[in-house]
């Protein structure tokens, strides 16, 4: 640990010179420390989204209604009635379709994207790079030991262990960057169902309103 330490702040001091990583396991890094900021800022958003559709109790649409109905009993006007009925109805049926947009969002857009990928193989990736970055300070650190004393062979053998802790951890990570393409994918398919679950939605809505309305209007 105090090895580590001491050739951190070395590196960082420019007193002592550090393994580059590979091209793409630098880009890796790179997307993976982003990509954890980036689908928790969707997540986020979505569920921002969909917070009124699932609000405990009554939702806005269920109170809407609610108001309606109790306006509908204070008049003996039939058209005002008719008209207050079947907004009620309108928002009802809506609030309805609003908690089943929620049920498929959380089942086919959280569960089976962003949970799987922050929750599980993200929090893997960063391990596994995390654990290289440990492997490089071992690597250099013990590779100056033993270039200071050559003829020690402990040191020489410490530092031999060291490089194939290193070489084993990069072609660990390097066989994660083998996996991306995959994640890309599913990032496609998961938004393309977001935007499918959307659309259904608000399709669903503008049908249900446009039917209860018609009867309103005709009132």
């Known amino acids: 640990m105090f090895r580590r330490l001491k050739q951190n702040v070395m590196v ?6 550090q393994t580059e ?3 793409n396991v630098t880009r890796s890094i790179t997307f ?4 954890k900021l980036d689908v928790a800022a969707i997540v986020k958003a979505v569920e921002s989204m969909i917070s009124k559709f699932k609000a405990v109790g009554m939702t806005p649409a269920d109170s809407i209604a609610n108001i309606c109905s109790n306006l509908a ?6 058209k005002f009635n008719k008209v207050m009925k079947n907004v009620e109805k309108t928002l009802v049926e809506i ?7 929620v049920k498929k969002i959380e089942t086919k857009f959280f569960e089976c994207w962003s949970k799987k990928w922050l929750e599980e193989t993200l929090i893997i990736y960063l ?10 300070l071992d690597k250099d650190g013990l590779a100056q030991s033993a270039n200071k004393y050559p003829d020690d062979e402990t040191k020489q053998q410490k530092s031999r262990e060291a490089n ?3 070489e084993e951890q990069l072609a660990k990570v390097q066989q994660n960057i083998q996996e991306f393409p995959a994640h890309y994918t599913k990032t496609t398919e998961a938004i393309r169902e977001l935007m499918n ?15 209860h309305l018609k009867y309103a209007k005709n009132g």
């Open 95 to 101: 609030a309805k379709t609003e908690r089943s947009t």
């Open 127 to 136: 391990d596994d790079i995390n654990q290289l970055k440990k492997r490089r």
């Open 164 to 166: 194939l802790r290193y």
């Open 12 to 17: 960082k001091l420019d007193m002592a010179k």
């Open 197 to 211: 679950i959307l659309a259904d939605h608000f399709d669903k809505c503008e049908k249900i309103t446009a039917d």
């Open 21 to 23: 990583f590979p091209d």
């Open 73 to 78: 009993v204070k008049t003996t006007n039939e």
């Open 32 to 35: 993976c420390e982003q990509s």
